[in-house]
């Protein structure tokens, strides 16, 4: 029929027409960047899990202190010198004069000390509360912050009463405009790497109080700008800070961001700074694939290629036979690798319960031997090599390689060696009352979104079942509010995990893994008192080389009781926080600095 | 009129003389039977263990299908998963033909209860199979015992209404007076005279019915409710495989290949079906 | 017997239909043996305290009997509260409200396709009959009811997006409804939700188009669904007014045949298309629940997909009662117009 054919031909026009549309190029002064997650918030008091927020927050806030360029020792930044004092319980910060926020308001001393306050008088449970605290043997590093806060207990106090007390405490003092004293509960050699992460920001006073309304509630506690122990939804999704951006939009909806260069900058130590990228447009596209072909296309000047995903981008023999990664798609650089902080670790629990929160009846992990015999049933290099990609390089401990205190003299409690994981299960199993004979279940669980999770799950039980040494493993994949719940109420025996560290000081890691207080050490009920106490000595060291030592004897102490195997420390190309990005050529001036938490927009530009 | 068994005679040489549904037999034959031994044949532990040196590899001679993110041979996975969901689809649909034939032969027989039981199929034919599916489904919790379940409310009220339809008709119809008159018992008319006559047209539809409950089974495996990766079944096999598509298309194009064909075998083999059993719907 | 006493007995009769959709979703909600009717309020893994705990239990009246809930909900339904979604971190209503324009964008879309394709294609392949034309479009609109959608979804992002960008030929979006880039930088302030009209209406053209490119993957998709049912009907019921005496009659005084398709036997043939419209829409709304998750489409089906990941009965359910409320308005405007159009359908 002439019209069927009419009609068809004109769908078929409009379809080319429609399907012939270029993609949309940026220009030369702006930069996108199809990142795989968007900012949740650019709240600096907010501990983070996501990418974009450090990333925001790295180049819309400053630090007392930072890094200059690729190198790793702090110098004063919004500081022009400090002092340590009382043998290292206290610090006088100077700071330099006439850098402005981007709201117009100058930088002093008050605003350091407010920004300081509010993160402790807000305490986030996200947060970072007491400012860093790191269990029981070390409680918070500025003065009064942790007694405001209990992180790990119950019954928070946000009265007014509570919130005077800590004011009064003196954490953080203003000597004139620009001199600003800090308290510490305790001598802390880290503390300055610590303020040089996103957590010490300083945030504009005058910006926050002008958007903050009193609290309804009379008994809540506040100083003006904050209320105690509630979020401030202004300040969640708007920044003022003095950095080389400003945050112009930040849309909650698709998680875009859009930063600005500040013309007002103050140039930075040397005064030379000055971003030469005008816009830079940061956008959420889940998409693997789009993200790629983006990139392909020169539609978007950075994106996020997952490790998992890595081969479209590099050549696979080249990178894991030879190690050299090459590009195999053109106009594109793919720098690294390069360390992360992401450790991949099994933890082994040697109390379990049940879910009404009684102790589990069968517990085959209270036998080193049988947490021995796990160990060795898992085949880290080839989960290195096959599940990562071979972005992961064996760690003796569960540090980086790249992070001071690393010791690859360490030893690890086991090997790779089925042989050896058979004999010590059938020898447990008399004792615990397992056999071939008499096969006992138990449950091996991850987080379903993790897909790198279920495959070493699955080597695991496979390798574990295949032994039929009396053990039957299952491997159960859950939600992640159910994963977190069942390693959290200490539900499950044995379980995979990968962590983030925030700073590059190995304290929260220590802490995490080696004390009984620890944030994964807990939920295992792992409890060495000589642990304990190695930690807090090399907290408190002030002089490096002690540091060290502690620390070496701390992770051999850790490793000979084999709670925890160590799967990998992950590395990548470009600056991942969590995903490794790939560049497109025509973008220049980029650095590796392992400190650094995302892009620093002013040292790049575009050719 | 006519006995069954001359009826069944007839649908056999009309098979045998319409090719494409005797192709369509073959070839669902062919798969039933193959996910009926794969589970023999093929060993539990194809499904648990991991080779991750052979991951992501292409259809070659040693994996027919490749291999999956797990170094899995696909080919055992999509036949093990046709033992499933074949094996569910097939059991789906029986229960639901005979709730649905139970059912509205009462409510045919039975004047007081055809009523309240066509507004409760009508309700449930209000709302849309796959929508009423996943409610059903998400209240009971995630699994292919609960996905059946919900699968069979929702199958159900087509067939009850039709047998409803066919036994109204049928009962009106001469012959049954003519016995009736006769002196032939109620309970003997209805066993021995009307249901058989009744259940051919109500039967027809249920291959028709399996390729759909096969499509939306995969479906909703695809969305969420999937059994997780230890339990192959193609629906999540697909959405397994999706992450890897533009590396990996094998992953999801067996598979999906696998529903198409056997939902197209089944729906060729209900549409002649129809065209033998049911009269009033021959062009 | 007027119009209006008839509209009046549909309404009445679609109002009992839509109380028992209540009540099953109700049964579902509350009455199931062995679920805990707080579990989908309570997001998994996370404390509660008992207050909290008895609070919501209070508000949800679950210590009253099963009938006396069924009042409150009912009267909730009625006043708007359907509920709160974790999922959606809003109330459920209000959520499905939202992403409604999203999801009739699409179906609409794919109405028309349908409609558009099938409709000729069912005409030519009646006019055709038996002959290769008619074998086959009977094959493919077979294959259509016998492709998985999600699988066709797939493929067709495979082809359209993925093959032709990598040959770097123009290529289709696979994902959401616009291009993020384009939205930033052409802002478009939604007002009916519809982003080819709003766009068409402020003159955006970028977002006009981009919109537009958006759709095409996504409404091709779902509208396979119904274009195999509409094909098959529009030939059965062409066939059927082919075979008419005054059909007869009019080729017989030698009138061209496509004058008499158009003008005498389409009118007669299309309305077996209109009453299935009810059904249909269902189809395209369970469609939609597939299509919306394979392209990322932030719809109502899409939104129904995340809350059954995240065990949030509250939403699924609400989205069963929103889908069949839905579809018995249109049925109902389907109703009323026939009874406009026919007399003979008011007795």
């Given amino acids: 029929m002439r019209l069927a054919r009419l009609l068809s031909v004109l769908s078929a026009l409009a379809l080319i027409a429609v399907a012939a549309v270029p993609a949309v190029a940026a220009p030369p002064d702006t930069l996108v960047w199809d990142i795989a997650a968007g900012p949740q918030y650019v709240d600096p008091v907010m501990g983070t899990s996501a990418q974009a927020n450090v990333m925001v927050l790295q180049n819309v806030y400053e630090r007392l202190v930072w890094y200059d360029g690729a190198d790793t020792q702090p110098i004063p930044w919004l500081a022009s010198g400090w002092e340590a004092r009382d043998g290292g319980r206290r610090y006088v910060f100077k700071l330099r004069k006439g850098i402005k926020f981007h709201d117009g308001s100058e930088l002093d001393a008050t605003a350091v000390k407010f920004s300081f306050d509010r993160a402790v008088l807000i305490d986030d449970p996200t947060g970072i509360g007491s400012f860093f605290p790191t269990g029981t043997a070390a409680p918070g590093i500025l003065k009064g912050a942790w007694e405001f806060s209990k992180s790990f207990g119950v019954g928070k106090d946000y009265s007014q009463a509570a919130v005077d007390r800590y004011m009064a405490v003196g954490a953080v003092k203003v000597i004139d405009a620009s001199t600003v004293e800090f308290n510490l509960a305790q001598p802390y050699g880290a503390f300055l790497s610590d303020i040089a992460t996103f957590m010490g920001s300083i945030v504009s006073p005058a910006y926050a109080i002008s958007h903050w309304t009193k609290p309804a509630d009379p008994a809540r506690g506040f100083i003006p700008g904050v209320t105690a122990g509630q979020r401030d939804e202004r300040m969640l999704y708007f920044a003022s800070g003095t950095g080389p951006y400003t945050l112009e939009t930040f849309d909650k909806a698709t998680a875009n961001v859009v930063l600005k260069a500040n013309p007002g900058y103050w140039g930075g130590p040397t005064g030379k700074i000055k971003p030469r990228l005008q816009t830079v447009i940061v956008r959420a596209t889940l998409d693997q694939a789009t993200r790629l072909l983006n990139l392909k296309s020169g539609s978007v000047d950075i994106a996020d290629i997952s490790t998992a995903a890595v081969f479209d981008v590099i050549d696979k023999k080249k990178w894991l036979d030879e190690g050299k990664i090459e590009p195999i798609v053109p106009g594109v650089s793919v720098p690294g690798p390069n360390p992360w902080l992401t450790i991949y670790f099994a933890k082994m629990n040697v109390k379990m319960k049940n879910p009404d929160g009684s102790p589990a009846a069968f517990q085959p992990f209270q036998d080193a031997r049988v947490r021995r015999a796990f160990a060795s049933a898992v085949d880290t290099a080839d989960i290195r090599r096959n599940v990562f990609n071979g972005f992961a390089e064996a760690t003796s401990w569960g540090l980086t390689p790249a992070q001071f205190g690393y010791d690859p003299k360490v030893k690890a409690g086991y090997r790779f060696d089925l042989e050896q994981a058979k004999k010590l299960l059938l020898e447990a199993g008399k004792d615990l009352g397992f056999g071939p004979d008499k096969p006992r279940d138990l449950v091996i669980i991850y987080n379903a979104a993790a897909p790198w999770q279920s495959y070493i799950a699955t080597q695991v039980a496979s390798n574990i079942n295949k032994l039929n040494a009396g053990l039957k493993l299952d491997v159960k994949a859950l939600s992640f509010a159910e994963y977190v719940n069942s390693w959290r109420a200490q539900l499950t025996g044995f379980s995979v995990h990968s962590t983030f560290s925030l700073t590059a000081d190995p304290n929260p890691w220590l802490s995490a893994f080696g004390t009984s207080a620890g944030f994964w050490a807990r939920t295992s009920s792992y409890d060495n008192p000589k642990a304990n106490d190695l930690y807090t000595k090399q907290f408190q060291a002030l002089d490096p080389r002690q540091r060290a030592r502690l620390i070496s004897e701390l992770m051999q102490v850790v490793n000979d009781d084999v709670m925890w195997v160590w799967i990998g420390a992950a590395t990548a190309y470009g600056q991942p926080t969590f995903n490794p990005n790939v560049l497109r050529s025509s973008v220049k001036g980029f650095y590796y600095n392992p400190t650094y938490q995302g892009f620093y927009f002013p040292a790049l530009w575009k050719d | 009129m006519g006995a069954p068994t001359a009826k069944i005679g007839a649908a056999v040489r009309r098979l045998w003389q319409s090719k494409l549904a005797a192709g369509a037999l073959a070839v669902f034959l062919a798969i039933a039977l193959a996910g009926a031994v794969a589970p023999l044949l093929i060993p539990r532990s194809v499904v648990r263990d991991v080779t991750f040196a052979a991951k992501l590899t292409p259809p070659s001679g040693r994996h027919w299908f490749g291999t999956d993110d797990y170094g899995r041979d696909v080919f055992s996975l999509v036949f093990l998963a046709a033992h499933l969901d074949l094996r569910a689809s097939l059991s789906v649909v029986a229960t639901a033909l005979v709730i649905g034939i139970l059912l509205g032969a009462l409510a045919g027989f039975v004047k007081r209860l055809d009523e309240p039981l066509m507004r409760i199929t009508d309700v449930f034919l209000s709302i849309p199979s796959l929508v009423l599916a996943m409610a059903i489904a998400s209240v009971l919790g995630r699994s292919i015992e609960n996905l059946s379940i919900a699968l069979v409310f929702v199958s159900w009220p087509i067939y009850c209404r039709l047998m409803r339809g066919q036994v109204l008709t049928e009962k009106e119809k001469p012959y049954v007076r003519a016995l009736a008159t006769l002196g032939v018992g109620r309970a003997r008319l209805i066993v021995r005279h009307i249901v058989p006559n009744t259940l051919f047209p109500v039967v027809a539809r249920a291959p028709a019915d399996v390729g759909l409950v096969l499509i939306t089974l995969a479906a909703l495996s695809y969305i969420g409710f999937g059994p997780g990766p230890y339990v192959p079944e193609w629906g999540s096999l697909v959405a397994a495989g999706q992450a890897y598509i533009f590396q990996a298309p094998w992953l999801v194009m067996f598979p999906g290949a696998a529903i198409f064909l056997t939902s197209l075998s089944l729906n060729l083999l209900g549409d002649w079906a129809r065209d033998v059993f049911d009269p009033r719907l021959r062009s | ?347």
Avoid at chain 3, 212 to 225: D, G, N, Q, W
């Fill in chain 3, 1 to 347: 017997m007027g119009v209006l006493a008839y509209v009046l007995r549909r309404l009445a009769l679609l109002g009992l239909v839509l109380l028992g959709v209540s009540t099953v979703v109700f049964f579902l909600l509350r009455g199931m043996p062995g679920v805990d009717p707080l579990a989908a309020y309570i997001a998994p893994g996370l404390p509660i305290s008992q207050d909290a705990l008895a609070a919501l239990r209070g508000e949800l009246h679950l210590d009253d009997p099963l009938p006396v809930q069924y009042i409150y909900y009912v009267a909730g339904l009625v006043k708007g509260d359907w509920g709160y979604s974790r999922t959606a971190a809003q109330p459920v209503l209000e959520a499905l409200v939202g992403r409604l324009p999203a999801t009739v964008e699409l179906a609409v879309c794919a109405v028309v396709l349908s409609t558009a394709l099938g409709i000729p294609l069912g005409i030519l392949a009646a006019l055709r009959k038996d002959r290769a034309l008619d074998v086959a479009v009977r094959v493919v609109s077979i294959t259509g009811i016998s492709f998985p959608v999600f699988w066709l979804g797939i493929i067709l992002q495979l082809v359209f997006f993925y093959y032709l960008g990598q040959l770097g030929l123009p290529s289709l979006p696979s994902r959401g409804r616009v291009e993020d880039l384009v939205a930033l930088q052409y802002p478009l302030r939604p007002v009916t939700g519809f982003y080819a009209i709003d766009s068409l209406v402020a003159g955006n053209a970028p977002f006009f188009i981009s919109a537009l490119r958006h759709l095409v993957l996504p409404a091709f998709t779902l509208s396979l669904i119904s274009l195999a049912a509409v094909v098959r009907i529009m030939r059965a019921g062409m066939l059927e007014v082919l075979r008419q005496d005054y059909i007869l009659l009019a080729r017989s005084k030698g009138l061209p045949l496509h004058t008499i398709v158009v003008r005498h036997a389409l009118r007669n043939a299309i309305t077996p298309v209109l009453t299935t419209a009810g059904t249909t829409l269902g189809i395209l709304l369970g469609g939609a629940v597939v299509v919306e998750t394979v392209f990322s489409w932030p719809g109502i089906g899409r939104l129904a997909a995340q809350g059954i990941l995240n065990n949030d009965s509250v939403l699924v359910v609400g989205f069963t009662l929103f889908v069949a409320t839905m579809m018995v308005l249109v049925n109902l405007a389907v109703d009323m117009l026939y009874a406009v159009v026919d007399p003979r359908v008011r007795y």
